[in-house]
């Protein structure tokens, strides 16, 4: 049986085969398809998630054979955890030492994840200091029609700074193309981009994506962070409402009307209701198409229409 990603060797004991074949299958309806077996030593492994970049190492597990054969596993970018056993325990001992093992293995994954993310903000703050002030001329600014601001470039990538309780913790990097990729480890949970000077009593927007930010920004003149996607939202409104109490939040949120559920609409919602917020989406015309989600495309297609 092929076993990859520092797998060991295939173990004579059939109990214990099948035991991580069934624990396999548990990440399997997680992750999808997976063409190796899980090592069941009670150690903290790193894996490739299928649905990742290719080359990351994102998934993690730990598999104990001994006992209830049991395990967690999960995604440090999903933020996903998951327990696993191989059946319900029988008794108040066999509970309590399931127990004993997910808090175990939570305690080592906290520490390995706090060794991930110092390294990943070390690193964002060489890579800050030792870049340049960012190029106007860049295709993505370009593109979305805006200017650099604070931004910084390191060769053909923009670097956006992602800040926790006043630190760099991480960057953003874009590409020419827009593709963008955060600092492996790094920090992003609770992290903003911030744009203009937050002051307590005056309006500060939250929106997702940096672009969306700098076209806020530009339009109103007030300051922004930048939560850089639906899923930070939340998180980012909490902590600005907790550091800012007296300032008027307003959520700037995304409307992804192609996608099912929209996340953008719904992630905004959720958090401008969790704090008090208010909350603002992108005033369609009726002739404008249903592929615009945020307002950087509004401002940009009024823009263009408006030459036309």
């Given at each position: 049986m092929?076993r990859?990603?520092?797998a060991?060797?295939p173990t004579a004991?059939?109990g214990?085969?099948?035991?991580?074949?069934a624990f396999?299958?548990?990440?399997q309806e997680?992750?999808?398809r997976?063409d190796?077996?899980?090592?069941?030593d009670g150690?903290?492994?790193?894996?490739?998630?299928?649905?990742?970049?290719?080359?990351?190492?994102n998934?993690?597990?730990?598999?104990?054979p001994?006992g209830?054969?049991?395990?967690?596993?999960?995604s440090?970018k999903?933020?996903?955890?998951h327990t696993w056993?191989?059946?319900?325990?029988?008794?108040p001992?066999?509970?309590e030492?399931?127990?004993?093992?997910i808090?175990q293995?939570?305690?080592?994954?906290?520490?390995?994840?706090q060794?991930?993310?110092?390294?990943?903000?070390?690193?964002?703050?060489?890579?800050?200091?030792?870049?340049r002030r960012?190029?106007?001329?860049?295709p993505?600014?370009v593109?979305?029609?805006?200017?650099?601001?604070a931004?910084?470039?390191r060769?053909?990538?923009?670097?956006?700074?992602l800040?926790?309780?006043g630190?760099?913790?991480?960057?953003?990097?874009?590409?020419p193309?827009?593709?963008?990729?955060?600092?492996?480890?790094?920090q992003v949970k609770?992290?903003?981009s911030?744009?203009?000077?937050?002051?307590?009593?005056?309006?500060?927007?939250?929106c997702?994506g940096?672009a969306?930010?700098?076209t806020l920004?530009?339009?109103?003149?007030?300051?922004?962070?930048c939560?850089m996607?639906?899923g930070n939202l939340?998180?980012v409104t909490?902590?600005l409402?907790?550091?800012?109490?007296?300032?008027d939040l307003v959520?700037?949120?995304?409307?992804?009307r192609?996608?099912e559920g929209?996340?953008g609409?719904t992630?905004?919602?959720a958090?401008a209701v969790?704090?008090?917020?208010?909350?603002t989406?992108?005033?369609?015309?009726?002739?404008a198409?249903?592929?615009?989600?945020?307002?950087?495309d509004?401002a940009?297609?009024e823009?263009?229409h408006?030459l036309?």
């Amino acid at each position: 049986m092929n076993r990859k990603n520092g797998a060991s060797a295939p173990t004579a004991s059939v109990g214990l085969e099948k035991v991580e074949i069934a624990f396999r299958n548990a990440l399997q309806e997680a992750f999808g398809r997976l063409d190796w077996l899980p090592r069941a030593d009670g150690e903290i492994h790193r894996f490739h998630v299928p649905s990742d970049r290719a080359g990351s190492m994102n998934g993690w597990y730990v598999l104990y054979p001994d006992g209830i054969a049991s395990g967690c596993f999960g995604s440090w970018k999903a933020g996903s955890s998951h327990t696993w056993s191989i059946r319900e325990p029988a008794s108040p001992l066999e509970a309590e030492q399931m127990r004993q093992r997910i808090e175990q293995t939570r305690r080592q994954r906290e520490a390995e994840q706090q060794q991930r993310q110092q390294a990943a903000a070390e690193r964002a703050s060489r890579l800050w200091r030792d870049a340049r002030r960012a190029d106007p001329a860049h295709p993505y600014l370009v593109a979305k029609q805006v200017r650099p601001h604070a931004l910084r470039q390191r060769g053909s990538e923009l670097l956006v700074p992602l800040y926790h309780a006043g630190r760099l913790v991480n960057l953003q990097r874009i590409g020419p193309d827009g593709k963008k990729r955060f600092l492996p480890g790094g920090q992003v949970k609770g992290c903003y981009s911030p744009l203009g000077c937050i002051e307590p009593g005056q309006k500060l927007y939250i929106c997702e994506g940096w672009a969306t930010g700098a076209t806020l920004h530009q339009h109103s003149g007030c300051a922004v962070a930048c939560a850089m996607n639906a899923g930070n939202l939340l998180s980012v409104t909490q902590a600005l409402r907790a550091k800012y109490p007296a300032t008027d939040l307003v959520i700037a949120g995304d409307d992804d009307r192609q996608t099912e559920g929209n996340p953008g609409r719904t992630a905004a919602m959720a958090a401008a209701v969790a704090v008090g917020a208010l909350v603002t989406f992108p005033a369609w015309t009726v002739d404008a198409p249903e592929t615009l989600t945020d307002f950087n495309d509004l401002a940009n297609w009024e823009a263009a229409h408006e030459l036309a």
